[in-house]
């Protein structure tokens, strides 16, 4: 039996091993759980239930226990014990700056000087973004009474780097509520970290995001700019939930126990202008946890990255991608299946704090920039309001804390300004419009049916399972599509599926079984090293000879330059190091 007291084999650095997922067949097996665990990894790890089905549990030691392969190859050891139906690793996996990625598919720090940002003339107007979402028509419902200001009474959890007492935020946070996930403390102060010189740095991210939530209208100090920001709902309240000191360093251990805080701790809504490229069903569980208890769940869909990442990738978050002054999509803006809203994303006024030169004194400013870091707060602050307007007891009492999260994002939807021009499964519904959610009835709960949230919710989410839906995801932007009569795209999986079962050395038959044994492994090594993911890219959109120059000899050596690629990237995969078992399954053929 190996123990965590063995040394780790250097492999794939860059993912930090944070613990395990662990799933009973049934409840009451927590005793069992424990004693497997003993068996295959030893008795000082600690064994956390989690979810609310008691079969769930969260298996940790300490971080950086063990490497990705030795983590790996537990996960398949833990799987095929009685009693357990599914063992996952936990990471935490950076997106560095020298992970080679294409630059157009390369992430941008919120403050980069190689920012994609045009200010255009209407952009130097701080409330364009406000305007475009119709948020001050809606204002207008809440001013005959003064002191409820828009988004009253709404309390808003914020998983990111921190908070800083900027004046534009720091009347409407509640900092004692608020909690440090990285030192397990009750202070989510910022502090400004920044790396050495691999992981883009977001310090001060946090604040900005806040800001376009709850700052009040007009300025709250002298900027040297003269600019503002305004707040979509200055009424509601942020509890700051520090995970993280970087939006591309994401502990996916962190924004679980975050969701989970919220919660627990009378959260209404969660905004998260953060994600991670892998998924893993320990996120989820606690995605659902939360929206059984009522909290509306908003993420980013992703900047400059060529899927939409997760949490938002999920059909129970409501992903939002980012738009422009001119109401089109911004070019930075990730796009694709799993978008469900668009909000402003581009040109975006914000709050920023930064610490002063040899001093830890903070220095704050009012600054423009883009990103969708930005677009899932504005949305968030768009929930904010529809939950203050309608009372969100009332909407309890009426419908169930748990039903709340569906009927927001389907009248959200359904509401949206509908461009023709826009892919419904690329663009989402449309730009949110704050006035039609507001005026939209709410659904009649005798005589129109509402969904059941426990006849939504699957077991699996298909992008986390590791099936050709995760790797259709993953490799949305790269698969051939084409367009129906109805406007809508659709992917052409031939590809993907030859290219898989070509790496993993099955038929397409026998594909699917194939990766429900190693595909979660195999979709983890693409997505953490950008590499590969590029090269597995770049066999999709390979095109055969036309008809025309098909020769047999063009078409031998177009098939050989194929396998070649493909040979080629199983070596990567084995150099890198993977679990035994994935390495049982590509390593026959290679040459």
Known sequence: MQTSEQPKESNNPLARFEGFFIQMVMPGLEGRCGEIVTQFLGSDWQIKPIGDNYTEFEITLNDDALSAKQAWDKSYELRSQPGIIDAEPLFTVPIAENNNWDEELKPQSLDSENQANQIS??????????????????????????????????IIGHPDTGYTPH???????????????????????????????????????????????VSPQSAQANYPNGKYVTGVAPGAKIIPLRVTYSVVLLSIRNLAEAI????NNGIHILTISLGAAFPNQRLRTAIIYAQKRGVIIVSASGTSVPFVVYPAAYDEVIAVTGSTVERGIWIGATTGKQVDVVAPGASIWYAKTRKQENSDEFEYSIESGAGTSFSAPFVAGVAALWLSYHGRDNLIERYGAEKIPFIFNQLLRDTCDTFPTWKPNKHGAGIVNAEKLLDAPLPDNVNQSIIVPGMALQQYSPVDSGNIDTFSHLFESQLPTSESANSFLYRDDEKLNSSLGEILQVSEAELPQRLKEVGQELAFYLTTNPELYKQFAASLQNQEPSPELSSKSLLTQFKSKEAENLNSMRGMLLKQGISEVLKKKIENKLP
């Not at 209407?122 to 001050?136: A, H, M, T």
């Open 260 to 263: 989970e805080y919220a919660a």
């Open 121 to 154: 003339e209407d952009g130097e107007n701080p409330d364009w973004s406000l305007k475009q979402l119709r948020v001050f028509e809606t204002w207008q419902r809440f001013f005959p009474d003064p002191n409820k200001l828009p988004g009253h009474g709404i």
């Open 167 to 213: 004046p534009e935020i720091v009347n409407n946070l509640l900092t004692a509520q608020g909690f440090d996930f990285l030192k397990n403390d009750n202070n989510p102060t910022d502090e400004l970290q920044r790396s050495g010189g691999e992981v883009i740095n977001n310090p001060g991210h946090g604040t900005s995001t806040a800001s376009v939530i």
